[in-house]
């Protein structure tokens, strides 16, 4: 079944830096847009950065434009999120989504990972 699997979260200490890995289950993902949303404690989910199926184009959030990077890998299958200069405000669960059919971001992704934690102390 198709399924999306995040790694990489974890503790780390403010200006630290992070980066989350996303994998699809099926090469087809590689022509899919992708994408980073976030969730803190009491608050709602919302996007942080998105990337275009050919890699080409992207998309962030102003909240972190500027300090995160979405790319893809060699397999492109495979997304990452470089987070530098991480905050408290950063802690949050990080969901990767993935858009069925579509080169470029446009609503609800159609697919999400199960989350993965990260936690900026101080």
């Known amino acids: 079944q198709v399924q999306l699997v995040e790694s990489g979260g974890g503790l780390v200490q403010a200006g630290d830096s992070l980066r989350l890995s996303c994998t699809a289950s099926?090469?087809?993902?590689?022509?899919?847009?992708m994408g980073w949303f976030r969730q803190a404690p009491g608050k709602d989910r919302e996007f942080v950065a998105a990337i275009s199926g050919g890699g080409d184009s992207t998309k962030y959030a102003d909240s972190v434009k500027g300090r995160f990077v979405i790319s893809r890998g060699a397999a492109k299958s495979t997304v990452y999120l470089q987070q530098n200069s991480l905050n408290s405000e950063d802690t949050a669960v990080y969901y990767c989504?993935?858009?069925?059919?579509?080169?470029?971001?446009?609503?609800?992704?159609?697919?999400w990972g199960q989350g993965t934690q990260v936690t900026v102390s101080s």
């Open positions: 989504a993935a858009w069925s059919g579509r080169l470029y971001y446009n609503g609800s992704p159609d697919y």
């Open positions: 099926h090469h087809l993902f590689s022509t899919y847009a």
